[in-house]
């Protein structure tokens, strides 16, 4: 089941929260300018440094944001996350805001999704995206930027990277700032956490029912290896039981001490939420981790679950 979601003409994502099917679940989000919440949430799990996870979790949060695509019976609703920005001087802004009076400074945003966000290179070239739709006060506030192409479209694992264009310089530098901090973070993570087997923490941000940015904690249940391509990375799909909706497709997906070391760049990329797979657990789509300075495992699929005997994350829960 993909979960991207579709408003009808005219309706509002709080509609579509009310008749979710998952609505019981709702609880477990966390309003991603809650930060009293997500503090106390994170102080809840054992043997977790939780400063470093804090202050990694907010930088997620202003590098994730909302697709919207307009289609013949709606709004096709999404979430994306921002992989790489690249400044541009002395040639003309191509955003549709730019028509008439381009603007000679400019950038472009690369972020990542899942296919089915976008299914097509028409898809991507129509989409708009919205950063800072952290709350209901700023619904109808945010920064707007445009979609101009997707690339590296794998159908098998469900994922695509979309290019934006925008003239707002200070959006280019905040979010390029975000990037080298969330970087800096991960590793930090990843050197602390990479050798944890079990009870693995997943972070999810997304943009549930199209409307604003929530924070989804649950624990990694599954990891399935779908190709070796370089000897220091599995290219691979986690299965998870952090809270998900429609709207959540796409997402950035964190599963603790796993990290990229070429995110940024162009031989890796981060995991997204891709779905619910045939057990009933959320799914990603393929992503990179890094195993550089780790023993290889000859494997198709390792469990990572030990539950502490009641079936749910010990940090879901309230």
């Given at each position: 089941h993909q979960q991207v979601q579709i408003?009808?003409?005219?309706?509002?994502?709080?509609?579509a929260s009310?008749?979710?099917?998952?609505?019981?679940?709702?609880?477990?989000y966390i309003e991603a300018s809650d930060t009293a919440k997500l503090t106390k949430r994170l102080s809840q799990i054992p043997e977790i440094e939780s400063n470093v996870l804090f202050?990694?979790?907010?930088?997620?949060?202003?590098?994730?944001?909302?697709?919207?695509?307009?289609?013949?019976?709606?709004?096709?609703?999404?979430?994306?996350?921002?992989?790489?920005?690249?400044?541009?001087?002395?040639?003309?802004c191509?955003?549709?805001e730019c028509q008439g009076h381009r603007n000679t400074k400019w950038g472009k945003v690369t972020l990542t999704t899942a296919l089915h966000v976008l299914k097509d290179e028409a898809?991507?070239?129509?989409?708009?995206?919205r950063f800072f739709i952290d709350s209901e006060d700023s619904t109808?506030?945010?920064?707007?930027?445009?979609?101009?192409?997707?690339?590296?479209?794998?159908?098998?694992?469900?994922?695509?990277?979309?290019?934006?264009?925008?003239?707002?310089?200070d959006l280019l530098t905040l979010l390029e700032d975000k990037l080298k901090e969330y970087w800096k973070l991960g590793r930090a993570l990843k050197d602390k956490y990479q050798k944890e087997s079990e009870n693995l923490?997943?972070?999810?941000?997304?943009?549930?029912?199209?409307?604003?940015?929530?924070?989804?904690?649950?624990?990694?249940?599954?990891?399935?290896?779908?190709?070796?391509?370089?000897?220091?990375?599995d290219w691979c799909y986690y299965s998870y039981d952090a809270v998900t909706c429609d709207g959540?497709?796409?997402?950035?997906?964190?599963?603790?001490?796993?990290?990229?070391?070429?995110?940024?760049?162009?031989?890796?990329?981060?995991?997204?939420?891709?779905?619910?797979?045939?057990?009933?657990?959320?799914?990603?789509?393929?992503?990179?981790?890094?195993?550089?300075?780790?023993?290889?495992?000859?494997?198709?699929s390792v469990v990572l679950e030990k539950t502490d005997g009641c079936g749910q994350s010990s940090f879901q829960k309230e």
């Open positions: 408003l009808q003409s005219g309706e509002k994502s709080d509609s009310m008749r979710c099917e998952n609505r019981e679940h709702h609880v477990h202050q990694f979790i907010r930088c997620m949060c202003d590098l994730t944001a909302l697709t919207e695509l307009v289609i013949a019976d709606g709004i096709r609703c999404g979430t994306c996350f921002v992989q790489k920005i690249e400044k541009f001087a002395n040639t003309s191509p955003c549709p898809d991507a070239s129509k989409c708009t995206v109808d506030q945010g920064k707007i930027i445009y979609g101009l192409k997707s690339h590296s479209r794998d159908v098998t694992g469900d994922w695509c990277a979309l290019v934006c264009a925008t003239h707002d310089l923490v997943v972070v999810v941000v997304s943009h549930p029912h199209g409307g604003p940015k929530r924070i989804s904690l649950g624990e990694a249940k599954v990891k399935d290896l779908a190709r070796e391509v370089r000897e220091d990375q959540s497709s796409g997402a950035p997906v964190y599963v603790l001490g796993r990290w990229n070391d070429g995110f940024g760049y162009w031989f890796g990329h981060t995991h997204n939420h891709s779905g619910i797979d045939n057990f009933d657990l959320n799914s990603s789509t393929v992503g990179v981790d890094s195993t550089y300075g780790l023993s290889r495992q000859s494997y198709r």
